[in-house]
């Protein structure tokens, strides 16, 4: 009787926590940079990248997505049925939007170099960084629909489940190193560390 209740409450404490992860996800984007425009620059662009994800589903389907807060900002939900096709592009939707503002804010750096490098620079660094196959990120749920279109069977998404955990892991020691070598980043690590608790719960449910 002991184990099962023990059980139970671990759950709990976990669904709990992981509600208000995404608290901390802003404030930790937020209050995460010394240069507070570079803060700016970057809930700018996730938020680009989010609407990115919610104009594409809105074209295709005509309907209104449902959004809610998840670990690392956002999950945008269709609100209705997708195809695996519409699915893939709707995941990619969002690092596409980056891409281009990464192509814009590359041409209009020309004109005012710092301010649009930099923007170029983070767009391109949020792209890249969604588009990992990290369980909650795009890259991870535009190759699960690869594997559901495909037909590829449970052991491929055993593959990509253990490939996200693995990864969560290895970037979360990594950016421990940065932190103790350089003594930045840590609202990288408290992001991905939240990630990292996200494969914990999984696991124990």
């Keep these: ?33 010394e240069e507070p425009i570079m803060a700016i620059v970057t809930i700018c662009s996730a938020l680009l990248h989010e609407m990115g994800h919610i104009g594409y589903i809105m074209i295709a389907k005509r309907i209104n997505p449902d959004i809610r807060g998840v670990v690392s900002g956002f999950r945008i939900r269709s609100g209705g049925n997708l195809s695996y096709d519409e699915e893939i592009r709707t995941y990619l939707s969002g690092p596409a939007v980056n891409v281009l503002l990464f192509v814009l ?39 699960m629909a690869m594997i559901n279109k495909h037909e590829l069977g449970d052991s491929a998404v055993r593959c990509l489940t253990y490939l996200s955990t693995a990864l969560v892991f290895i970037f979360c020691i990594f950016s421990l190193y940065l932190l103790d070598r350089r003594g930045e980043g840590f609202w990288i690590f408290a992001v991905l560390f939240f990630s990292m608790l996200k494969c914990i719960k999984k696991s124990i449910d």
């Design 1 to 33: 009787m002991y184990k099962p209740k023990r059980k139970s409450l671990i759950i709990e404490l976990s669904n709990r926590l992981c509600s208000i992860l995404p608290v901390f996800f802003w404030l930790f984007l937020i209050f995460g940079f």
């Design 105 to 143: 804010c590359s041409f209009l750096g020309l004109i005012s170099e710092d301010l649009f490098f930099m923007a170029a620079f983070i767009n391109l660094a949020t792209a890249l960084s969604n588009l990992l196959p990290i369980d909650g990120y795009d890259g991870y749920g535009a190759i």
